[in-house]
């Protein structure tokens, strides 16, 4: 499974079968009822640069449900929306979703969580027991050792590889719990195995 950080929407790359992601900041705030009605054209755009990128592209943004504001990540495959992934914890201004979704990837499931959903352990739980290999998290806020210390330890714990995207840096363990250099600019590659998953949860009682 290979990852590929975009620094911008209009970044030029070679066309590829890796999933793509388009942090948040990357596109306005994106408003459900001017999508709709045709006077927003956010949502065509970016299945349009999915189209061009290939693979699976996820991109995190705000969203607005008739004045419910949530942090979203959308996720295309090819020119196709296949998902919105809602970010789970009420937080400021921003209401709750219910429930996390898995995508799949070249015949592997790949669990999305958005932003402070990152540092809560049921949602990790949700997605390991819906047998994902890997988990991915866009992190609206900027690279700390807290988000360093929940990667390391969900890796290791649950034994899936996880990458966590922020705005100034990607963080990333393999299964193993070991950190994961990129094999260039925002370029990580990963097994996507799950190993050990089975007997650590057991282990520790999860």
């Known amino acids: 499974m290979r990852v590929k950080i975009l620094n911008d929407i209009d970044e030029k ?3 590829s079968d890796s999933i793509h992601i388009l942090n948040f900041g990357s596109v306005d705030r ?4 001017k ?3 045709g006077s927003g054209k956010e949502l065509v755009k970016l299945g349009r640069v999915s189209e ?3 693979g699976v592209t996820l991109v ?3 969203s607005d449900n008739c004045g ?3 942090k979203s990540v959308f996720i295309f495959n090819g020119a196709r929306l296949q998902a919105i992934c809602d970010m789970n914890r009420a937080e400021d201004k921003y209401a709750p979703a219910f429930g996390y979704k898995t995508i799949d990837y070249l015949g592997k499931k790949i669990g999305v969580l958005v932003d402070r959903d990152l540092y809560n352990p049921d949602a990790v739980k949700s997605l390991i027991s819906c047998g994902v290999g890997a988990i991915i998290d866009l992190y609206e806020g900027l690279f700390t050792e807290k988000v360093k210390t929940a990667c390391e330890f969900y890796a290791y714990v649950y034994g899936v ?4 995207c922020c705005k100034d840096k990607a963080v990333a363990y393999n299964a193993y719990g070991e950190e994961i250099s990129p094999l260039s600019d925002g370029v990580f590659e990963f097994e996507c195995v799950g190993v050990y998953r089975e007997s650590k949860c057991k282990k520790r009682g999860n």
């Open 30 to 33: 994106i408003d459900y009822k």
């Open 35 to 37: 999508q709709l009605s």
């Open 60 to 62: 995190g943004a705000d």
């Open 13 to 15: 790359i070679q066309r």
């Open 68 to 70: 419910l504001l949530r």
């Open 52 to 54: 061009r990128l290939g």
């Open 161 to 164: 590889d996880f990458i966590v």
